[in-house]
């Protein structure tokens, strides 16, 4: 495609001064106009006058026109002097004959002007006793009309000039102002306000380049994906300030490691990346990774006073060895962060053939998750809780995914799919029409139904319209607190706990029972326990396992259960797996117990016997104990 030619310097001047040509143009076609208008009316006037002078003289010559006086008519006509216009005057008797002649003599320097000027000619009779008796012709020069008008037009354009050259230099610095904020805006498009540092949008326009690059001259570059490790965390315990220090602070040593050529940029949040343009291989890219973990390890000083020590995960991926486009760079150097994350953090991960075959795997049962979900393929299964009299308290709702060609897919491996997919609200819908269905299948069967408990992810709900959602779903498919409760992990630390539109509270505040699940292995202080205000507590089978035969961890548990009963919690115990453990958990104080060696999870057709045979069960027990009443006593 041909370069677009350059404007000339006019076209350019044109462009850019263009506002004021278009007001100068204005201010010319407005002076003309007004200088015509002011014609009209100066000409009318100037008429006007020469005739009222041209009857005043007429009417004192009268008498010396009537008796032929010569002498008093050129008196009366040199008058005339005084009157810069008249050019000229004759006085004509009754037979048109001259009586008096007045001539002003023409001063040299104006005489091309007078010419130019024109004159006005006026012809007057001159009356006496009401009889013609003469006649007085004047010839005014125009140069006073010309004078008048010149004099206009100069004041109304020195106005108006004025007038324009203050607008314009008014124009110019709003102009000016205006350049400087699209600057600015223009800036902040590609910038991040919080570090200055390059956006995401300027390092997806740099890998475009990068890209391009490495496809057409195979030029190789690495895309080094940075995300701190527990930042939520200083946020936490130091407050978004101290938060955002540290961010700062991770940008300017970004800064400080960069080659010339290369570029830094926050992404978002705590993600930050690197693209290294200049020569690069494998070897420099997971160097340079390397350095940075170490780099980024030292601690911030001076964070509202403190010393703060950050952690990072990084990903690496390389243009062309690895990815082709921007995108796909993008993603690989993502994922091969989030495989150092599960590597246990504070490290690097070069990106492999391995985990990008595990990524297209994890692809593909996304797909397949999003079919099922769209579809409603979700099942649960019902493990019950029983109390410890052995009596069904409530299930545990588990969710199941049936594959046609994968079989069973355990809920370890499609949960976190569904998690870091985005599909973890569907996932939730769908658990929740799953369960109205089942149970409205027990109902119909005259079923009393315990409550069932779901779990709820930390990832569900972060939006104000999914957690409407969500909470209209459970409205409209009729599940009141009677009939479902949620468990919240506790290692997936909830985030806005304090705000009344969290979806903790939006439940709490409807009623609903929220359980504290596999406690123990999280992180949460008992604080958080206090601000989540639970009703349940359910203690980590890494307790509970094998109880009987540890005094430690029964000393443990009946820590655990005497702080939950003091802040008015029920404790469940869960993977109970045999009697012994059942019964040192019920001496411990264990209000319920789960768990395989009591019952595994249940299809609803076997929670539905299950809860007939418990009733049934009830029932003799409860007519065992009428007829004792009844039998008289043995005489
Ligand atoms: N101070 C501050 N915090 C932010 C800003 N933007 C996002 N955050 C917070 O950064 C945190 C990012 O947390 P995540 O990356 O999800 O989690 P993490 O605690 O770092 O855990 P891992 O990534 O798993 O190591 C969230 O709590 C956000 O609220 C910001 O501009 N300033």
Not at 160 to 171: F, I, N
Not at 357 to 386: I, N, T, V
Not at 593 to 622: D, I, K, Y
Request: aromatic share 6%; glycine share 6%.
């Amino acid at each position: 495609m041909a370069a677009p030619r350059k404007p000339s310097w006019l076209q350019q001047v044109l462009m850019e001064q263009r506002e004021a040509l278009l007001a100068l143009a204005a201010l010319i076609l407005f002076s003309i106009l007004l200088a015509l208008a002011q014609y009209v009316q100066l000409d009318r006037r100037f008429s006007q006058d020469l005739q009222t002078n041209a009857r005043i003289v007429a009417d004192t010559a009268a008498a010396a026109v009537l008796f032929d006086n010569a002498e008093d008519a050129r008196e009366i006509l040199a008058a005339l002097r005084s009157s810069e216009d008249i050019q000229q005057a004759l006085l004509l008797d009754k037979a048109r004959l001259v009586l008096a002649a007045y001539t002003r003599s023409r001063d040299e320097g104006v005489g091309l002007f007078f010419q130019w000027a024109g004159v006005d000619r006026v012809r007057v009779p001159v009356v006496a006793g009401g009889e013609e008796v003469g006649e007085l012709l004047l010839h005014a020069s125009r140069v006073r009309l010309w004078q008048d008008l010149a004099r206009f037009v100069g004041t109304s354009l020195a106005l108006l000039v004025s007038a324009l050259g203050l607008a314009w230099l008014a124009s110019r610095e709003l102009r000016a102002r205006m350049r400087d904020a699209a600057r600015r805006m223009q800036y902040l498009a590609l910038h991040d306000a919080l570090t200055d540092l390059p956006n995401r949008e300027s390092l997806r326009l740099a890998l475009e380049d990068a890209a391009e690059l490495a496809r057409d001259r195979g030029q190789p570059s690495a895309l080094l994906f940075i995300d701190l490790d527990n930042f939520k965390q200083i946020n936490d315990d130091h407050g978004h300030a101290a938060g955002d220090q540290v961010l700062r602070a991770v940008a300017q040593r970004l800064r400080e490691l960069l080659r010339p050529g290369d570029l830094a940029a926050r992404l978002a949040g705590d993600e930050f990346a690197l693209l290294l343009r200049s020569p690069v291989d494998v070897a420099l890219a997971t160097r340079t990774a390397a350095r940075l973990v170490q780099c980024l390890a030292q601690p911030v000083e001076d964070v509202l006073g403190e010393s703060l020590r950050v952690r990072v995960s990084v990903g690496v991926a390389l243009l062309p060895l690895h990815a082709s486009g921007a995108e796909e760079a993008m993603q690989l150097a993502d994922s091969a962060m989030y495989q150092a994350k599960r590597q246990g953090k504070d490290g690097y991960q070069l990106f492999t053939q391995e985990l990008g075959e595990s990524l297209r795997a994890r692809h593909r049962l996304e797909l397949d998750l999003s079919e099922a979900l769209r579809h409603g393929d979700l099942q649960l299964a019902y493990q019950p809780l029983f109390d410890v009299q052995g009596r069904i308290q409530a299930f545990e709702g588990l969710a199941r995914w049936r594959h046609a060609q994968r079989g069973a897919v355990s809920p370890a491996e499609f949960v976190p799919v569904a998690e870091a997919g985005g599909l973890i609200d569907e996932m939730g819908l769908c658990l929740l029409q799953t369960l109205a269905r089942d149970r409205q299948h027990w109902l119909s069967q005259g079923q009393v139904c315990p409550p069932v408990a779901l779990n709820l992810s930390s990832r569900q709900c972060r939006r104000p319209q999914q957690r409407e959602r969500f909470l209209a779903t459970l409205e409209i498919l009729g599940l009141g607190p009677e009939a479902v409760e949620f468990e919240l992990t506790e290692g997936a630390l909830f985030e806005d706990l304090g705000s009344e539109e969290s979806m903790v509270s939006l439940l709490q505040k409807r009623g609903y029972v929220l359980a504290i699940d596999d406690f123990g292995t999280g992180y949460s202080s008992l604080s958080y326990l206090r601000r989540l205000r639970c009703r349940k507590l359910k203690i980590d089978r890494v307790f509970v396992n094998e109880v009987a035969r540890h005094r430690d961890a029964q000393t443990l548990v009946g820590a655990i259960a005497g702080v939950a009963h003091a802040m008015h919690m029920q404790v469940v115990a869960e993977g109970v797996e045999n009697e012994a453990d059942h019964d040192c958990l019920a001496a411990l104080g264990c209000d319920l117990l789960q768990g395989f060696g009591l019952s595994r999870p249940l299809t609803p057709q076997q929670a539905l016997a299950l809860l007939r045979l418990q009733q049934a069960g009830e029932r003799a027990r409860v007519q065992a104990q009428q007829a004792w009443y009844e039998t008289p006593p043995p005489a």
